[in-house]
C-alpha cells in the first residue's frame, strides 16, 4: 500500500495529481521504478510550470498515440528544445482545442520550433496556398476543410507563442499588442482566402468589386481568438454578385475560422448587405445614428479591392471625425453605455468582463468619446487601437499620463483573461469564473502568469487582482467618460424632462417647440406611473424629441407621437419596435413632424411601423403581388361588405407603406404613382367581383359580362394619394341574355360598386366617377359595347378622343376589356391624325380650362394641376402630339405620360431638351401635389407658399432645414416656367 502511494507522491512533486499521471509518464519513457528516467528532470519542471500539468501531459499522451511512429522525434525534441518545450507544453496545458488539433495532425507540433514559427506578414500566403490545389481553388466542403486546417494551425502558433513563456521563462514573452496584432493579421488573412473561395465559387465574379471593411476590434487590430468579426461589405458594378460573393465568403469563414458579422452595416441585419460606395454614403449622410460613426471609428479596408476600400476609408473618416458636432452626441454615446449595462443579468454584472461594470467596454467607450470629442483638432488621437488612443490621449494632456496607465494597464489585465478563457476550449466567452471555483481560478491564475504567495493562493490573488482592476476601471471611466463633461450633460434632454420647473420649458423652446407647456403635457401623459410602457416612453422620449425637433413641426410630431402611442398602448410589439430599432424611431419622428395624413392611418394600419427600419421591405413589394394578395384576401371574405372591409383594409396598409416610403425618399415618382394605381385597381376588382356574386345570387345567374375601363390618372396608372378613379362601365350579354337583362344586372352592379366604395370612412375617399362616360351625368351608367361603338361613330367628339388615350382595361372580363380597347384605337389613334379644325378646338378647350376651372385666388405658378407648366399644361401637350401622331407613331399609344413623352423624344416630334423640361416638370408637379397632400392631409392642388407646411414640403424634397423654404418655390417656378415655354411652342405653336 505505501509503495502504491509513494510514485503519485513523487509524480505530485511536479504538479501531477491526475492518478494516471505516473502511467502516461511511463508511457512517454520518462518515468520508472525509481521516479524520474535519467536527463528528464527539466521535462518534468516544465511541466509543473503549465498552466494545468495534467491537461498537459495527458495531451502529450494522446499525442504519443496518435504520433507513433515520429514519438521519439517528439520526445527528444520537448528534452533538447527549450522553445519547443516551452511552447508545447504550455498550449497543451491551456488548450484542449489545440491538443485535439494537434492530436488530429500530429506532425504540425514541428511548427512550434525556434525556427519554424510562420511570420505574420506570410499569414496570407499560407492561407491562400491551403485553399489551391495546382492551379485550382478549393471550393464548397473541401475549401472550408483545408482553410479550417491552415487556420487552426496558425492559431496555435500565436497561441503557443503567447503562452510559452510560462513553461520557459528564458524564451521571448511577446506585448499584448504583439499577440492582437498577428490574431487580426490572420483574420485578415481568413478574409482574403474565404473571398478566393467566393470567387471561385459565384458565377460572374468578375461583374463585381467587393471590399471588406474591418469594424471592431478587427478594425482596431486588437483582435481576441475567438470573437464575431465584425465587417462592412462595400460593393461596385453587379451588386447582386457582390452579395453573394459577400454571402459567400461568410460562409465560408464562418465555417472554417470564425463568424462573420455584418449587424454594423447601415440599418444593421435589415439592412442590404452590400451597398456602393454612394449607397453608403447617403446613408451616413442622412440617416446614420450616433453609435454608427462611433463604430467606424475603427473602420479599415482588410480584404477584397484595395482601391475600393481605400475610398470608402477617405469616405468616412472625415464624417467620424465631424460626428462630434452632432446635437446631443455625447449624451448619445453616454446613454448607449447606460443601455448596454441594462442588458447584463444581475447575477452576472459582476464577472462580465466584457460588457459589465468595470469592464472593457467602459474602457472602449471612454476612449473612444474622447478621441471623437478632441480628435476633430488632433490627428494625434485618430487611432483605430484602443492602446495607442490611450497613449496617445496621456501624451496629449486630454488624461492625466497616471491615469492612463492605469486605465492601460487595467484593460491589459482583463483583456489577457479574455483570451485565456476564450483559448481553453476556443469558444466565445467573456465570464470571469465563479469565485468558489477553486479549480477553474488556479488554472486561469497560472495562465495569467499570475504566482502564488507563501499565504495566498493563486486563485485568491486572481480573484482580488479581478476586483482591483475592474474597480480602477470604473472609477477612472466615471472620471473620464462623464466629469469632463458636465455642460454636454446639463444640456441632456432627459434631465430636462425630469424637471418640473420652467428649465423643462426652456429647454423644450430651445429646441424649437412653439408650445412647451403643452409639449410637457404630452411627456407627462404618456411617461406617468411606473408601468414597463411609461419606463421605456422614458427611454424613448429623449431621443424622439431631439428627432422631432428636427422636423418642421416638432409640436404636432409629438401629438401626433401621443395619439399613435396611446391608439397602439395595447400592441404589444409597439414599444418594444422603437426600443429596439432605432432607425423606426428615428424615420417615425420625421414622419409624424412632416405629415398629417401618417399618423391618421398609422392608428388603424400600425403593422406599417415595424417596416419603417427595413427599407428593402417599405419601397421593395412588387405592385403586382400587392394587388394579388389585396384581391385574394377579399375573395376569401363571405359577403360583399366583408370583402370591400378586406380590401380597404389592405389598401389602408398600402396607402400608407406607399406614404411613408415616398416621404423618406425610398420611392420615385413612377413608382409612387403605379403602386397607388395598382391598389385603387385591385379594391375595384376585388368590389366588382364581389358585387357581381351578390347580385348574381339575387338573380339567379349572371346575364352580363361587365368590364371596367380606367380613364384619367388610372388609365394612365398615374394616381396621386387624392385622385378619383375615373373609369367607363362596358357590358355585353351573357348566356344567352337578352341586351335590357344584361344592362339593368349591370347597371345594378356597377351602382353598387360606386356606393360601397364611395361610402365615408376615416380613410382618403374611394370616389369612383363615371363623369367621362358618354354623355357625361346626362348618360347611362353602364353601356353595352354596341352602344360605345355606335356613339363614338356617330357622336364622339374630339375632347372624347383625347380622354379615350389613357383608357386602359382594369377590372372585370378581360376579353370584353380587350375588346373595348381594340374598338376605341381608331377613335383616339384617328386614321391620318387630326384636322386643322379639330386641332383648334382641343387648343379651344384648353385655353377655356385653363380661364374657367382654376379657382379664385390660385397663384397659377403654384397650382400643380392647372397653373403654368403643370399636370394639365404637360398632359394637354402629349395628348395633342398622340392625337395628332399616333396613327403613325407605334410608341405613341400609351396612356403613360412619361412614356409618350419619350415617344415623342425618340421620333423626332420634339427637341430632346424640350421633352426633358416637359418631364421634370411633369415630375416635380406629381410629386409636390402628392406631398402637399401627405403634409395637409388632405388632397390639395395649390402648394403652399408659407408657413411650416411650404416648410415640410420644402424638407421633404431634401432642403435643409436651415434652408430657405422659398427656395423650393423658386425651383417650383423655374422648371414648371421652362415647361410652359415649352408648352407654349408646342400646343399652341408659338
Known amino acids: 500500500m505505501v509503495e502504491s502511494v509513494r510514485p503519485r507522491a513523487s509524480a505530485a512533486r511536479f504538479g501531477f495529481t491526475d492518478d494516471r499521471a505516473e502511467e502516461h509518464l511511463r508511457a512517454a519513457g520518462w518515468w520508472n521504478d525509481t521516479g524520474p528516467a535519467e536527463a528528464v528532470q527539466h521535462v518534468l519542471a516544465a511541466f509543473s510550470r503549465a498552466p494545468d500539468p495534467d491537461l498537459a501531459l495527458r495531451a502529450v499522451d494522446r499525442l504519443r498515440e496518435a504520433a507513433q511512429e515520429g514519438w521519439p522525434e517528439l520526445a527528444d525534441a520537448i528534452r533538447d528544445d527549450a522553445t519547443l518545450r516551452g511552447r508545447l507544453l504550455a498550449v497543451l496545458g491551456t488548450s484542449t482545442a489545440v491538443a485535439d488539433f494537434l492530436v488530429g495532425a500530429p506532425g504540425e507540433w514541428r511548427r512550434l520550433t525556434a525556427t519554424a514559427r510562420t511570420p505574420v506578414a506570410d499569414y496570407s500566403n499560407v492561407l491562400l496556398a491551403a485553399v489551391q490545389s495546382g492551379d485550382q481553388v478549393l471550393t464548397g466542403r473541401d475549401a472550408e476543410q483545408a482553410l479550417r486546417k491552415a487556420y487552426r494551425g496558425l492559431l496555435m502558433e500565436i497561441a503557443a507563442v503567447d503562452v510559452g513563456h510560462l513553461v520557459e521563462p528564458g524564451i521571448d514573452r511577446p506585448s499584448f499588442a504583439e499577440i492582437t496584432s498577428a490574431l487580426t493579421e490572420l483574420a485578415d488573412a481568413s478574409l482574403r482566402a474565404g473571398l478566393v473561395v467566393a470567387g471561385q465559387e459565384v458565377a460572374s465574379s468578375a461583374d463585381a468589386v467587393l471590399a471588406v471593411i474591418a469594424m ?55 439592412g442590404a448587405l452590400v451597398r456602393t460606395l454612394e449607397g453608403h454614403e447617403a446613408y451616413y449622410k442622412k440617416w446614420a445614428r450616433t453609435w454608427e460613426f462611433q463604430a467606424l471609428l475603427k473602420a479599415r479596408p482588410a480584404a477584397g479591392d484595395a482601391e475600393l476600400g481605400r475610398r470608402y476609408a477617405e469616405l468616412v473618416a472625415p464624417m467620424v471625425w465631424s460626428a462630434a458636432e452632432r446635437e446631443n452626441f455625447v449624451t448619445d454615446v453616454q446613454q448607449m453605455r447606460r443601455r448596454v449595462e441594462r442588458h447584463v443579468p444581475s447575477e452576472i454584472v459582476d464577472r462580465e468582463l466584457k460588457l459589465g461594470i468595470g469592464g472593457l467596454r467602459d474602457v472602449e467607450f471612454a476612449v473612444q468619446l474622447l478621441q471623437l470629442v478632441h480628435g476633430r483638432a488632433d490627428a494625434e488621437l485618430r487611432s483605430a487601437s484602443t492602446m495607442e488612443a490611450l497613449e496617445a490621449l496621456g501624451a496629449g494632456g486630454y488624461v492625466g499620463r497616471a491615469d492612463a496607465a492605469e486605465m492601460r ?51 485568491d490573488i486572481l480573484v482580488a487582482e479581478f476586483r482591483r482592476h475592474a474597480q480602477r476601471i470604473r472609477r ?95 400592441t404589444p410589439w409597439y414599444l418594444r419596435v422603437l426600443r429596439d430599432e432605432a432607425a423606426v424611431v428615428e424615420h417615425l419622428a420625421f414622419l409624424l413632424g412632416t405629415s398629417r395624413l401618417v399618423p391618421d392611418l398609422l392608428v388603424r394600419a400600425p403593422e406599417v411601423l415595424q417596416l419603417l427600419g427595413e427599407p428593402e421591405r417599405l419601397a421593395g413589394r412588387s405592385p403586382l403581388e400587392v394587388a394579388g394578395s389585396l384581391r385574394a384576401a377579399a375573395r376569401r371574405q363571405p359577403g360583399l361588405k366583408a370583402a370591400v372591409a378586406a380590401a380597404r383594409s389592405l389598401r389602408r396598409h398600402e396607402l400608407l407603406r406607399i406614404a411613408c416610403a415616398d416621404l423618406l425618399g425610398l420611392l420615385d415618382v413612377p413608382a409612387v404613382c403605379a403602386a397607388l394605381s395598382s391598389v385603387w385597381g385591385a379594391v375595384l376588382q376585388s368590389a366588382l367581383a364581389a358585387a357581381i356574386r351578390q347580385r348574381a345570387a339575387e338573380v339567379g345567374g349572371e346575364p352580363a359580362k361587365i368590364a371596367v375601363i380606367g380613364m384619367g390618372r388610372l388609365g394612365g396608372q398615374e394616381l396621386g394619394y387624392g385622385s378619383d378613379a375615373d373609369v367607363l362601365f362596358v357590358c355585353d350579354t351573357n348566356n344567352g341574355a337578352s341586351d335590357a337583362d344584361a344592362l339593368k344586372f349591370a347597371t345594378s352592379v356597377a351602382e353598387t360598386v360606386r356606393q360601397v366604395l364611395g361610402a365615408p370612412t376615416q380613410d382618403p375617399a374611394l370616389e369612383v366617377d363615371a363623369n367621362l362616360r358618354p354623355e357625361g351625368r346626362s348618360g347611362p351608367l353602364v353601356r353595352t359595347l354596341d352602344s360605345y361603338r355606335a356613339y363614338y361613330a356617330r357622336w364622339g367628339e374630339v375632347w372624347e378622343a383625347q380622354a379615350l388615350l389613357r383608357a386602359r382595361f382594369v377590372a372585370g372580363d378581360e376579353g370584353l376589356g380587350e375588346q373595348f380597347i381594340a374598338d376605341i384605337d381608331p377613335v383616339r389613334y384617328p386614321k391620318g391624325g387630326l384636322d386643322a379644325t379639330k386641332v383648334r378646338e382641343v387648343r379651344r378647350i384648353k385655353a377655356r380650362v385653363d380661364t374657367e376651372r382654376m379657382p379664385r385666388g390660385a397663384d397659377p405658378t403654384t397650382h400643380a394641376k392647372l397653373g403654368r407648366g403643370g399636370l394639365a399644361d404637360v398632359e394637354w401637350t402629349v395628348q395633342l402630339m398622340q392625337l395628332r401622331h399616333a396613327h403613325e407613331v407605334d410608341a405613341l399609344r400609351t396612356p403613360s405620360t412619361p412614356a409618350a413623352l419619350q415617344a415623342m423624344a425618340d421620333a423626332g416630334l420634339a427637341d430632346a431638351e424640350d421633352i426633358g423640361s416637359l418631364l421634370d416638370s411633369w415630375l416635380l408637379a406629381t410629386r409636390a401635389r402628392n406631398v402637399a397632400m401627405l403634409v395637409r392631409g388632405k388632397a390639395v392642388d395649390q402648394l403652399p407658399t408659407s408657413g411650416r407646411e411650404l416648410a415640410a414640403v420644402a424638407r421633404v424634397f431634401g432642403y435643409a432645414a436651415d434652408d430657405d423654404p422659398g427656395e423650393f418655390l423658386d425651383a417650383y417656378r423655374r422648371t414648371t416656367r421652362r415647361a410652359h415655354a415649352v408648352v407654349e411652342r408646342l400646343f399652341y405653336e408659338s
Open 409 to 459: 494597464a487595467s484593460y491589459e489585465f482583463l483583456r489577457t483573461m479574455e483570451h485565456r478563457l476564450q483559448l481553453r476550449a476556443l469558444r466565445r466567452t467573456h465570464l470571469f469564473p465563479e469565485y468558489e471555483d477553486t479549480a477553474q481560478l488556479r488554472w486561469l491564475a497560472r495562465a495569467s502568469g499570475v504566482a502564488p504567495r507563501r499565504d495566498r493562493s493563486e486563485s
Open 216 to 270: 471592431g476590434k478587427c478594425g482596431g487590430r486588437e483582435l481576441n481568438y475567438v470573437s464575431d468579426v465584425d465587417v462592412v461589405f462595400v460593393g461596385e458594378g453587379d451588386l447582386q454578385v457582390a452579395t453573394r460573393l459577400a454571402t459567400t465568403m461568410m460562409r465560408v469563414v464562418g465555417h472554417a475560422c470564425f463568424e462573420v458579422d455584418a449587424a454594423l452595416r447601415p440599418e444593421g441585419k435589415a
Open 476 to 570: 477612472l471611466h466615471e472620471k473620464l467618460f462623464y466629469r469632463p463633461l458636465l455642460d454636454a450633460v446639463a444640456r441632456v434632454p432627459t434631465a430636462a424632462l425630469r424637471l418640473t420647473t420652467s428649465q423643462a420649458e426652456s429647454r423644450l423652446a430651445a429646441l424649437g417647440y412653439a408650445a412647451p407647456d403643452g409639449a410637457l403635457r404630452h411627456i407627462q401623459a404618456l411617461t406617468s406611473g411606473v408601468s414597463r410602457r411609461a419606463a421605456i416612453q422614458q427611454t424613448l422620449l429623449p431621443v424622439l424629441l431631439d428627432l422631432l425637433a428636427d422636423t418642421t413641426d416638432p409640436d404636432g410630431g409629438l401629438l401626433a407621437y401621443r395619439r399613435v402611442s396611446e391608439a397602439l398602448a395595447d
